[in-house]
């Protein structure tokens, strides 16, 4: 198992600019969601998705999209990059929304610099 | 809202034992978890308590908490310059909740 990856690892864009952040599990986890990470913030929550074709905000969602057309990809949209969008973002799976989160997974992360 | 608090940096020398604490402030969370992020890295589950327990060890990692005061610690014995790291307390009721990380510098 490749367990959770994303893609790309790094990615600089300019104001305005759109993108997709990539990320996929091959354990047929239900459960997958996104979080930003931003220094003496720890990690926030943006979007999730309990499974195919249901996604729900988290504590921090506006600027961003999701979908869940399948049960291994939840890529996250960024559809205008803004400035305050500089951050690391990670994905992370588990088995099923109710399971205890230490069978949480997480991504290497996504470095986004929005210049 | 509610928030996870922990300080932000912490510094020991080799071989002493490190103690990285967190409050929070859902009395309703089930499990409350320490993870541990290496430079450039995501993160890495290090341990976790149920929120009936008092005390949990694990090798060189003891988890303390209080739950009356809603305080949780971890205590590293015989920390070593591979545990220098940001330490993450987290709490989970639906959705977990991260502390802002402190990180520890363990000097030679």
């Known amino acids: 198992n490749a367990g959770v990856t994303q893609t790309p690892k790094f990615q600089v864009l300019k104001t305005g600019q759109s993108m997709t952040l990539q990320c996929a599990q091959d354990?047929?986890?239900?459960?997958m969601s996104w979080y930003r990470q931003d220094p003496g913030m720890g990690l926030r929550l943006i979007h999730y998705?309990?499974?195919?074709?249901?996604?729900d905000q988290g504590e921090v969602p506006n600027g961003y999209n999701v979908s869940r057309s399948t049960t291994e990809d939840f890529p996250l949209r960024l559809l205008s990059a803004a400035p305050s969008q500089t951050s690391v973002y990670f994905c992370a799976s588990k088995p099923r929304q109710g399971a205890v989160s230490y069978e949480q997974y997480f991504g290497p992360g996504t470095r986004l610099t929005v210049t | 809202g509610e928030d996870v608090e922990q300080s932000l940096f912490l510094s020991v020398r080799e071989g002493d034992s490190s103690v990285i604490n967190c409050t929070y402030t859902d009395s309703s969370s089930t499990y409350l978890y320490w993870y541990k992020q290496e430079p450039g890295a995501g993160l890495q589950l290090l341990t976790y308590?149920?929120?009936?327990?008092d005390m949990k060890q694990d090798q060189r990692l003891t988890v303390l908490l209080n739950k009356k005061d809603k305080h949780l610690s971890l205590r590293i014995a015989d920390t070593q310059t591979g545990d220098s790291a940001i330490y993450f307390c987290?709490?989970?009721?639906?959705?977990?909740?991260f502390g802002a990380g402190t990180r520890l510098t363990v000097k030679p």
């Open positions: 998705s309990v499974g195919a074709g249901i996604t």
């Open positions: 308590i149920f929120s009936n327990m």
């Open positions: 987290a709490e989970n009721n639906n959705d977990m909740r």
């Open positions: 354990m047929n986890h239900e459960y």
